[in-house]
């Protein structure tokens, strides 16, 4: 009796201070092999009374479970511990540039776009979106260019086969602009709204500053009693806070949209830099109307026509509100000084290179929307 307790205490200290899976082979052999010390007890059963193996039958069975038992706990710990060293050794930052390899960038669209949605978003405004695969109804019959407008002859669209039927029963197109997206949003949620869309557009047009496919931003404010000096502050203050200087000049000036009454089309003032006027422009700030400065075309606003609110499921005279549509491309070409556009989508690495932007450097209004490169 004294024996099998020894001898189980024995074993079970033993076996939890193995350190391998070797030393705990040779444990196992040492007390359950068929020369091991429990088996050797359990041989000795067969020599005994019928009494006495009554009284110790169970004891020497119990000795072998609890020491198999043992056993099997520590190979399990043996096994995880190895585990866990392994894990911790060999893991893998995939965080790290791969050696030899160019390290990536943030396109300068991924950058403006997201310079524009942190501007914006502390006026107030959310982010919607819409397909790039459009009916023909939304992109311009809700827009107020029923099928005859002259308006859609400008725009250059790329239509899909007569087989692609719109559900409002046009044809499918790839979207000209982001302005369906205002419609889209307004017939989904109603009035009031302070939304901008960004996204890509499409259009049959490719030079120096056109390419067949580019982005714009579309905002939009819809709330009663929404007038012209709502949009002129609101312009203002994101010019201001894109270009980061105080001293941006605008000029509204009167033009046509279908989509709003009235329409205007904002210029910018800028400063001819080093005498150089067309390529390489940069927003400097400027009047526009002294020497050495001039105005530039940025964008297209207005106050939405009221045809466009009724065809959005909203009452004219109940609701009112502004809307614009700006050219992200160029945008960043003005702010960054790029000169070609094409250039924009070569997936030149050295391009890249030279214009991207870190993914560490996210814009935000508290270090600066404007992140260098
Ligand atoms: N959708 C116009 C375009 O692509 C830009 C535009 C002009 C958008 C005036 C607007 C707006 O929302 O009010 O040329």
Redesign the pocket.
């Known amino acids: 009796m004294a024996d099998i307790e020894q001898l189980n205490g024995d074993a079970q200290s033993r076996i939890g201070a193995a350190e391998d899976l070797a030393a705990l082979e040779a444990l196992r052999v040492e007390f359950l092999g068929k020369q091991g010390s429990v088996s050797a007890l359990l041989k000795t059963l067969g020599k005994m009374t019928p009494e006495e193996r009554q009284e110790q039958g169970p004891k020497i069975h119990a000795l072998r479970e609890a020491v198999q038992a043992a056993l099997t706990a520590r190979k399990e710990a043996l096994e995880n511990a190895a585990l866990e060293s392994q894990l911790a050794a060999e893991t893998l930052d995939l965080s790290l540039p791969a050696p030899g390899m160019p390290q990536g960038s943030v396109h300068p669209v991924s950058q403006v776009m997201d310079e524009l949605a942190e501007i914006f978003a502390d006026l107030g405004f959310a982010v919607a979106t819409g397909p790039e695969i459009e009916d023909d109804w939304y992109n311009f019959t809700a827009l107020n260019m029923p099928e005859s407008h002259p308006a859609r002859a400008m725009h250059d669209t790329f239509y899909f086969g007569d087989n692609h039927r719109a559900p409002k029963g046009g044809r499918m197109l790839l979207r000209?602009?982001?302005?369906p997206v205002?419609v889209r949003t307004m017939l989904a949620d109603g009035a009031p709204v302070r939304i901008i869309a960004p996204g890509r557009?499409y259009r049959s047009d490719s030079d120096a500053t056109h390419t067949p496919m580019f982005h714009?931003i579309?905002?939009?404010v819809i709330d009663k009693g929404i007038h012209l000096g709502h949009l002129k502050w609101t312009l203002e203050t994101f010019l201001k806070a894109f270009f980061e200087r105080e001293d941006i000049v605008l000029r509204l000036r009167p033009s046509y949209?279908p989509?709003?009454e009235p329409?205007v089309e904002v210029d910018v003032g800028f400063a001819i830099e080093n005498g150089q006027d067309g390529k390489g422009r940069r927003v400097l700030g400027g009047s526009g109307d002294e020497p050495g400065h001039g105005w530039m075309e940025l964008?297209?606003?207005?106050m939405?026509n009221r045809r466009v609110l009724e065809m959005s499921g909203l009452d004219p005279d109940e609701w009112q509100g502004?809307?614009?549509?700006v050219g992200v491309d160029r945008l960043a070409m003005l702010k960054y000084g790029m000169d070609d556009l094409r250039a924009f989508f070569d997936g030149d690495v050295r391009w890249l290179r030279h214009y991207g932007f870190s993914a560490f450097d996210q814009p935000t209004l508290s270090a600066g929307v404007g992140a260098r490169a």
Do not use: I, M, P, Y
């Open positions: 000209t602009h982001t302005s205002q557009v714009q579309e905002g939009l949209f989509f709003t329409s964008l297209g606003s207005g939405v502004f809307a614009f549509g």
